[in-house]
């Protein structure tokens, strides 16, 4: 295998930003040898680091862990897997404090409830609002810890010898390494950057978790992907903090009238609702008119520079893709159904069920992270190195492509934008199934690295039109023209492992296959 550069670590990282960093962090303070590979600058990039840095912890007379829990459950429509909620209930305080006992972050945690959904004021978030301060804390942390940090990087493939994960293909530039590692950490991300509209950055885009599937993993709770309301698309394209629909901020259809007003929590319903009750709309204008200046700038900072500029029309309000519920299913350890491979944050699936109450994904994030770094280290122990490599990488790396993985991608993201978005019918998502399942099957035609990046991409997408097909209800952000309903039977998991797909009942109490 001339060309090819080896590394090895006890714990191999991929991915960049929250959950990768935290697990990171974790499995070198376990005593181990650690690499964090990202394809951009870590902490620097990614949806941790353009989200208003909210968290939830439990700090508020009268809440408890088991107040906690019952929120998430309801607010997953009763999908959440109660295992990883408990976990994530009682510990996310713990973890929310050492943001600033730990990594030295400012916090500032809220006095009234404006997060919807939860049932005492539970948000907390770095003092200037901006992820980024957080991320980049982090960053510095793992960087004296001596992690090793390989940026600029991206996946190929994952090792399998025999079904078990020993490492991974990461090509750099025009370069690629082996890194030969027992315990393989997915940190990717979710699918969002394959939608036409989203909030999420473009590399967001699900490659990870079509690359577990590839190796058996299994996936759950695909089907549900979460849109996120406060988004301005006129004047510019931002997200507008939540924060200022409690402070005399509301939304207003084309004809002026409070359309949230007949709802109990009004402009403040839980992202499902209303995502839903804006794309029924025409057309949705923000007021922010009676909105303080100061508290503007304060709880909306990039919308308060956008108001100095002094626009004079419209303020326009729509939906967009913000978050995926589905991806690999894992233990509370972050442990998959394959040996050597975990996984953390937003490339997972099963706590958030149909519908992610405000504040949780990063809390997850810390949460999950640590665990996952810490059970990757205490399972795993340095393997031997040899004969695990003869699987076609020669091949993979010295044929080149001749896709065009632009178009690919721009067709993905009308597809799944049209037929796999807000509103979807069993027709559209069965149509989606095939149209991405035909992609991908065409690209297993070529045998370059390109072909197989770009085909977990589309398999990522693949899944999850190919759960909300299968699912015969409207459940959270899984709304359907033909079935409108919310129905009991439906209250349990879609499971998907290679090409078939398990329903299983009681989803409140799944377990790992």
């Avoid at 990087?153 to 390494?177: C, P, Y």
């Avoid at 190919?466 to 409108?484: P, T």
Wanted: hydrophobic share 35%; aromatic share 8%; net charge neutral.
């Amino acid at each position: 295998m001339s060309g090819l550069q080896y590394y090895q670590y006890d714990v191999l990282v991929i991915g960049g930003v929250q959950a990768a960093l935290a697990a990171a962090i974790s499995a070198k303070e376990e005593g181990a040898s650690v690499a964090l590979v990202t394809k951009g600058k870590a902490g620097l990039g990614g949806s941790s680091v353009i989200s208003d840095s909210v968290h939830s912890a439990i700090f508020s007379p009268g809440d408890s862990p088991d107040q906690f829990l019952q929120d998430i459950v309801e607010g997953s429509r009763h999908l959440s897997d109660e295992r990883l909620a408990r976990v994530l209930a009682e510990e996310c305080t713990d973890r929310v404090n050492e943001l600033e006992s730990k990594f030295g972050i400012s916090l500032e945690r809220e006095k009234v409830i404006i997060t919807p959904g939860h049932s005492f004021p539970r948000r907390v978030y770095a003092g200037t609002g901006l992820g980024r301060n957080i991320t980049k804390s982090m960053r510095n942390y793992a960087m004296d810890l001596g992690i090793y940090f390989h940026e600029q990087s991206a996946v190929v493939d994952l090792i399998n010898d025999h079904n078990q994960i020993k490492g991974a293909l990461i090509q750099r530039g025009k370069g690629f390494h082996i890194f030969h590692s027992p315990a393989v950490i997915l940190a990717t991300g979710g699918f969002g950057g394959l939608y036409q509209s989203s909030d999420n950055p473009r590399d967001v885009s699900g490659e990870g978790i079509g690359m577990a599937w590839r190796h058996g993993a299994i996936l759950v709770d695909m089907e549900f992907v979460q849109f996120y309301p406060y988004r301005l698309q006129q004047p510019a394209n931002i997200d507008v903090m939540t924060r200022i629909f409690g402070k005399g901020a509301y939304l207003l259809n084309e004809k002026h009238e409070r359309f949230m007003g007949k709802y109990p929590k009004k402009d403040l319903e839980t992202r499902d609702i209303l995502s839903y009750a804006m794309f029924k709309e025409n057309k949705v204008l923000i007021d922010f008119s009676k909105v303080g200046e100061e508290v503007l700038k304060h709880d909306s900072p990039y919308l308060y520079r956008l108001y100095l500029k002094g626009h004079q029309g419209e303020w326009i309000m729509s939906p967009v893709q913000h978050y995926c519920m589905g991806g690999v299913q894992t233990d509370e350890w972050g442990r998959t159904n394959i040996p050597g491979l975990y996984a953390c944050g937003e490339v997972t699936g099963g706590l958030h069920g149909a519908n992610r109450l405000g504040g949780g994904s990063l809390t997850e994030s810390l949460v999950f992270g640590r665990r996952t770094g810490k059970m990757a280290v205490q399972e795993n122990s340095m393997g031997n190195i040899s004969d695990i490599f003869d699987y076609g990488i020669n091949e993979l790396i010295n044929d080149s492509s001749t896709i065009d993985e632009a178009e690919a991608i721009k067709k993905v993201k009308e597809i799944m934008w049209k037929k796999v978005g807000i509103e979807r019918s069993s027709q559209s998502l069965q149509e989606a199934a095939d149209d991405l399942n035909q992609i991908a099957l065409n690209l297993e035609n070529e045998s370059s690295f390109q072909a197989l990046q770009l085909r977990d991409k589309v398999r990522s997408a693949w899944a999850s039109a190919f759960a909300a097909a299968s699912r015969k209800e409207s459940r959270g952000a899984h709304k359907l023209q033909d079935f409108k309903e919310e129905k009991k039977e439906w209250e349990g998991k879609n499971r998907i492992q290679k090409t078939s797909i398990q329903y299983t009942p009681g989803a409140s109490k799944a377990e790992m296959p």
